[in-house]
């Protein structure tokens, strides 16, 4: 009995001593030759508890080391990174951030991001001050915007990620990468006043060579034999082309500098429609393609840019001539839905791939000439800005059995 009662004792002194985290010690067989099985269970469990608990040190151990890693790398990125808390709390901010804001480390970390950044002037690309709605930029599905810093006389353009995660608490925290984009800005400003410059100066000589191909077809310098009429009748449709083209390349230009302007006066929309229908009737004709318009509206007057307005047309109607199949039909609808004035203007060619559609408004996006080759050039993309200055919508609907529609949504005023 005594034997059993100095047993218990030991294995509660081997326990205590588990508790404090001592797993060295053992019972000794030699010494309780009666309870071998229970002996040999109990040290085995004590070495499966030494052999778990050096498992979690070495992983704790490379835990740690992966964590030291990361914190590097965080600390070595070029870009700007930061984590904050559900209520914009700076938790974490790397060392090139640290540099950007002008302050210490120690000072950032707890802060209220809102009142750091109050500090900072704040503008968008045209040099505009703007104040910040955090709660759009955080609780939206917006993820990307480019904003400039003004940071004691030094202009900082930085495009910034947003990426909502939840923390261990299944809190929201946000994870921001800032990139600095300046000289990328820079470079590209450069790059357009010199494509700007160019296309401008290109003007003086398609206007030169326009007057002249008129000249002769007024047959100013004698008379022209039909064939020679029409020669110069095709070079001056291909002039006529290449000047649409230059504008087209300097008017996008203007629109990325902000200083493409437009000017609404009230007039009638489907007027603006028949008669950019009448002017390139005659390329429809060469297809055997016919305009069918259904007009469900009675008034169609709206505050346009007329010209700008023409020119979306211009785009859209020889895009469906382009791409109808010879005798059929484009179908051009006028009608009101809600507030805004829709012009459908559809045909029956070879469908736009799904997978292409959110794509084809953006600059010189093609396609696979064995599908439709859209949005060359600016003329889809700088349709979409022209609707959107009119406060206004163009979207495209395509299938293989209906076809492909272009809307143009105008609001109502």
């Known amino acids: 009995m005594l034997n059993k009662f100095d047993l218990y004792n030991n ?7 588990v508790r404090f985290g001592n797993l060295s010690n053992r019972l000794s067989l030699d010494k309780y030759t009666d309870d071998t099985d229970f002996i040999n269970d109990f040290n085995n469990m004590l070495e499966a508890l030494d052999d778990r608990e050096n498992m979690i040190k070495e992983y704790q151990n490379t835990m740690q080391a992966n964590n030291e890693y990361l914190k590097a790398l965080f600390n070595m990125l070029n870009e700007g990174a930061m984590t904050l808390s559900e209520d ?15 302050k210490s480390k120690t000072n950032l970390i707890g802060q209220y991001l809102p009142d750091i950044l109050k500090k900072y002037s704040v503008c968008n690309l045209q040099n505009k001050i703007i104040k910040l709605d955090y709660s759009e930029i955080f609780e939206s599905d917006k993820k990307n915007l480019i904003l400039v810093f003004n940071i004691k006389k030094i202009s ?3 495009s910034i990620s947003i990426k909502k995660f939840l923390d261990k608490d299944k809190k929201t925290n946000y994870f921001i990468i800032a990139k600095d984009i300046t000289s990328d800005i820079q470079l590209q400003k450069l790059k357009n ?9 290109l003007k003086v000589p398609i206007i030169a060579e326009e007057k002249v191909l008129n000249l002769l077809l007024q047959e100013a310098f004698g008379t022209l034999q039909p064939l020679q009429k029409e020669a110069l009748n095709n070079m001056l449709i291909n002039n006529n082309d290449m000047m649409s083209l230059v504008t087209t390349i300097l008017d996008v230009y203007k629109l990325e500098d902000g200083v493409f302007k437009i000017n609404p006066v009230k007039t009638d929309i489907s007027e603006i429609l028949m008669s950019e229908i009448d002017k390139i009737k005659y390329i429809a004709d060469e297809n055997s393609t016919k305009f069918i318009t259904n007009n469900t509206t009675p008034n169609t007057e709206n505050f346009v840019d007329v010209n700008e307005i023409s020119r979306v047309f211009k785009n859209l109607l020889t895009n469906a001539i382009e791409f109808a199949p010879q005798n059929t039909n484009i179908e051009i609808n006028i009608y009101k839905q809600q507030n805004y004035l829709c012009i459908d203007i559809k045909d029956f060619g070879k469908e736009i791939p799904k997978e292409n559609i959110p794509y084809i408004f953006e600059r010189y996006f093609t396609t696979e000439k064995k599908y439709r080759k859209v949005g060359t050039g600016l003329g889809l ?7 959107e200055l009119h406060n206004g919508e163009i979207k495209v609907e395509s299938s293989k059995k209906n076809g492909t529609t ?8």
Not at 11 to 17: A, D, H, N, T
Not at 88 to 102: D, G, M, P
Not at 381 to 387: A, E, G, Q, R, V
């Open 11 to 17: 294995v509660k002194k081997i326990l205590k001593e």
């Open 88 to 102: 914009l709390k700076i938790l974490t901010i790397n060392t090139t951030l640290v540099k950007w804001l002008r």
């Open 156 to 158: 900082l353009t930085v």
């Open 193 to 201: 006043t010199f494509v700007a410059t160019l296309t401008h100066d």
């Open 381 to 387: 993309y700088l349709s979409k800005k022209i609707i």
């Open 406 to 413: 272009f809307t143009v949504k105008l609001p109502l005023k």
